[in-house]
């Protein structure tokens, strides 16, 4: 019993980069579940983001695609994911991701369950988005994350298999550790002569994972038309 109060009290910080936002939680049948005390980083701070992550999109799946739907990298949409931070996909803790980061654990969370059996057939070329349309009157002509996407667009087209296996291998594991590895190969074909990305492997991962998904589906529906 004092165990279990000792664990129902415990806080656990799960930082990537800068806050997005924090909320003290308290526990809840079947969330995410932290792997130690005290501030968890690097992997096993992605891994937990990816279990909630993947909790939300089981409880609140019309939520968390109104966020999607937003332009990769706005305000708006930022806004959009911080109220995504709650109590039910979370044993105990404070929460403290940064945009990107949580961004990219839902569109990981995505291809894991699409894709991880059977990958789709991207078109010839990597799609340049900045030239996608944005739904809304008030949305910027180009997402912010445009030119980050190009890269991952790229990167994807240029080794899909490594590209998949980096998205749906767990978190710092011997397997995402090699293809991310292979992918390091291809990264220098994907950028201007001008061009310089400095990304942690978390944020990385998680546009090539919204690039793939987005590319992914994108795909399976043209190929599913009548």
């Keep these: ?19 997005l936002t924090a909320q003290t939680i308290l526990p809840h049948p079947d969330p995410a579940s932290v792997e130690r005390e005290g501030v968890n980083k690097g992997d096993s701070a992605r891994r937990t983001m990816d279990a909630y992550a993947k909790c939300m ?10 966020a999607l739907a937003l332009p990769s990298g706005s305000m708006e ?9 709650g109590s039910e996909c979370i044993a105990s803790g404070e929460l403290r991701f940064n ?17 991880a059996r059977k990958a789709p057939s991207f078109g010839p070329e990597p799609v340049d988005y900045t030239k996608q349309p944005i739904a809304g009157a008030d949305s910027p002509l180009v997402p912010p994350n445009a030119e980050l996407l190009n890269f991952a667009s790229c990167v994807i087209h240029k080794d899909a298999v490594n590209a998949r296996d980096a998205i749906v291998a767990a978190a710092g594991s011997p397997k995402e550790v090699a293809a991310t590895n292979e992918l390091a190969k291809v990264y220098g074909q994907c950028l201007y002569a001008d061009q310089e990305f400095r990304f942690s492997k978390g944020s990385l991962i998680g546009l090539l994972a919204e690039a ?13 038309a009548p």
């Design 1 to 19: 019993m004092r165990e279990m109060k000792r664990v129902a009290a415990l806080l656990v910080a799960l930082v990537a980069a800068s806050p």
């Design 57 to 66: 999109l089981g409880r609140r799946r019309a939520l968390v695609f109104e």
């Design 77 to 85: 949409q930022g806004n959009a994911l911080g109220k995504l931070v």
């Design 99 to 115: 945009a990107p980061a949580f961004l990219g654990s839902f569109y990981t969370s995505l291809v894991r369950a699409q894709f």
């Design 212 to 224: 793939y998904y987005r590319e992914g589906t994108a795909s399976a529906q043209r190929s599913g």
